[in-house]
C-alpha cells in the first residue's frame, strides 16, 4: 500500500481491535457461535478485500487488530529471529523478501534483513529456507529488552497498551455480580453502561501514562502516551491480564471441550468431561500475574540503570508506587 495510507491503517487497527471487544462483551461473543463465526468471517473478508486491493498480505502487516496485539506481545518474546547483518551487506538477491524461482518470499513482504523489532515477523522462519547464506538465525534473548529500545516509539503499542488495559479493567468489572446487580439500571442498556465503563477505564490508562510521564520528568508533547518509556512499563502487566481473561474462560470449559468434540461425530461419551477446579484457575491467575508484576518492575529497573548510565535523572519511588497501585487494581478485579 502506499506510504501515506499505511499511516491511517494504524488507526483503524486500533478502532477495529476496539470495536472487537467492544461487540465481545455487549453480545456475550465467547458464548455465542454464531456471533464467532461472523466475527472470523468478517476478519476473512477484511483480509480478502486487502490481498485483492494490495500485495504482500497487507491485511496481516497493517490492518489486521488481533495481528497487532499478538504483535505487540511479541516484543516480549524469548526468542527472535534476526538476519547477521555481515552476510546481507553484500546480498543483492534479498530473497528472504521476494522469494526465489519457484519459492514465495517472506508472506508480510519483510525480509530477514529488514526485521527490526518483532511487530511484524511472523516467526514462520520462510527466510532461512529461503536465504542461500544461512544469514536468518533464531536467538535467545532477554525478553523485555526489545520493549526498552521500542520504548513506546511504535504507535501499535502506544494505542493497543492502555486501550488493552483499560478494556481488561470494564471488561473484569462488568462480569462482577455487584456490577450486574448495581450499574446497569442507573445507566440503562447494558451496551451503553459497558461502553461508559470502556471509556472510562481507557481514560484512567491515559491519566496513568500522562501521570507516569511528568514522574519520569517528561515534558509534554502533542499526543502525551506517544514515545512515553510508560506503555513498556505496563506492556507486560496489559498482557498478562489479557492472559489471565482469556485463560479463566478456557480453563473453567476445557473440561467440556472433548465431549463436544466427539458429538461432532455423533457420539455421546459424557465421561471424558471434567472439571479444572476454581482454586486452580485461580493460583494460575495470581502466578500469571504476578510474573507480570515482575516483568514491568524489571522493566522499570532496566529504565533506571540505563539512566543512570547516561548520568540522566528521573526515576522515583513513585512510579514504582504507581506501577504497583495498577497492580493492586488488577489483583482486586480477578480475585
Ligand atoms: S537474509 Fe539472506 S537473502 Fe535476506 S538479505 Fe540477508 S543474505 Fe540476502
Ligand atoms: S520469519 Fe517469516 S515473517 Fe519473519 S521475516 Fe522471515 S519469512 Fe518474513
Not at 465503563?197 to 515534558?219: D, K, Y
Request: charged share 15%; aromatic share 10%; proline share 6%.
Amino acid at each position: 500500500p502506499p506510504h501515506a495510507l499505511r499511516r491511517y491503517f494504524i488507526h483503524i487497527a486500533v478502532l477495529l481491535f476496539a470495536a472487537i471487544i467492544w461487540a465481545e462483551t455487549v453480545t456475550d461473543l465467547k458464548n455465542s457461535p454464531l456471533g464467532t463465526a461472523l466475527l472470523l468471517l468478517s476478519i476473512l473478508t477484511g483480509a480478502t478485500v486487502m490481498a485483492m486491493l494490495f500485495k504482500g498480505q497487507a491485511w496481516c502487516r497493517y490492518v489486521c487488530p488481533l495481528g497487532k496485539v499478538i504483535g505487540a506481545g511479541a516484543t516480549m518474546s524469548m526468542i527472535e529471529l534476526r538476519a547477521t547483518p555481515d552476510l546481507c551487506r553484500s546480498c543483492d538477491t534479498t530473497a528472504c523478501k521476494k522469494g526465489r524461482p519457484g519459492l514465495r518470499g517472506c508472506p508480510v513482504y519483510l525480509g530477514a534483513h529488514n526485521i527490526k523489532n518483532s511487530l511484524d515477523c511472523l516467526l514462520c522462519g520462510r527466510c532461512v529456507l529461503l536465504c542461500e547464506r544461512e544469514s536468518p538465525r533464531l536467538l535467545l534473548r532477554n525478553p523485555f529488552v526489545e520493549l526498552l529500545a521500542i520504548k513506546g516509539r511504535d504507535l501499535t503499542c502506544t494505542f493497543i497498551i492502555p486501550f488493552l488495559a483499560g478494556s481488561q479493567w470494564a471488561r473484569f468489572i462488568v462480569e462482577d455480580a455487584k456490577y450486574q446487580s448495581l450499574i446497569p439500571p442507573l445507566f440503562g442498556p447494558p451496551a451503553l453502561s459497558f461502553s461508559l465503563l470502556l471509556i472510562f477505564c481507557f481514560a484512567v490508562f491515559l491519566g496513568i501514562i500522562t501521570f507516569g510521564n511528568r514522574l519520569l520528568g517528561m515534558r509534554r508533547s502533542s499526543l502525551p502516551i506517544h514515545c512515553s518509556p510508560m506503555i513498556p512499563v505496563l506492556t507486560p502487566l496489559a498482557f498478562s491480564g489479557e492472559l489471565i481473561y482469556r485463560l479463566k474462560y478456557l480453563l473453567s470449559e476445557a473440561g467440556n471441550f472433548p465431549t463436544v468434540l466427539t458429538r461432532q461425530f455423533g457420539l455421546t461419551i459424557e465421561h471424558f468431561s471434567f472439571v479444572i477446579p476454581a482454586s486452580a484457575i485461580s493460583l494460575l491467575e495470581i502466578l500469571i500475574l504476578a510474573l507480570g508484576c515482575l516483568g514491568s518492575f524489571y522493566v522499570i529497573a532496566l529504565f533506571r540503570q540505563k539512566q543512570s548510565e547516561s548520568g540522566q535523572t528521573g526515576f522515583c519511588r513513585s512510579l514504582q508506587i504507581l506501577v504497583s497501585s495498577v497492580a493492586i487494581v488488577y489483583f482486586l478485579l480477578i480475585g
